[in-house]
């Protein structure tokens, strides 16, 4: 099996995260693109993020709410934690 191959594996804790990611990025007005072009990120993670099947690491996530213009607390609200 390769390792570098992610497996794409959507849990509660990453769809619910994916959907206050896309409500706060949708809130203001940014693409997936450009939020992931303010944030540095490669152009494809937005959309994995939203979807469920990315879990971002701490770096993605600072980045993310800092582009957003909230805290951390915000940028995860209602995600559960993972089992």
Same mark, same amino acid.
């Given at each position: 099996?390769?390792?570098?191959? /992610?497996?794409?594996?959507?849990?509660?804790?990453?769809?619910?995260?994916? /959907?206050?990611?896309?409500?706060?990025?949708?809130? /203001?007005?940014?693409?997936?693109?450009?939020?992931?072009?303010?944030?540095?990120?490669?152009?494809?993670?937005?959309?994995?993020?939203?979807?469920?099947?990315?879990?971002?690491?701490?770096?993605?996530?600072?980045?993310?709410?800092?582009?957003?213009?909230?805290?951390?607390?915000?940028?995860?609200?209602?995600?559960?934690?993972?089992?």
């Amino acid at each position: 099996m390769n390792e570098k191959r /992610r497996e794409k594996r959507q849990t509660e804790t990453t769809i619910e995260f994916g /959907r206050r990611l896309r409500a706060l990025r949708t809130e /203001r007005g940014l693409s997936q693109h450009k939020l992931a072009e303010l944030a540095g990120l490669d152009k494809n993670l937005p959309s994995e993020m939203e979807r469920g099947y990315l879990n971002p690491t701490l770096e993605t996530l600072l980045k993310l709410a800092q582009v957003l213009g909230v805290d951390m607390n915000e940028l995860t609200a209602g995600t559960p934690a993972p089992e």
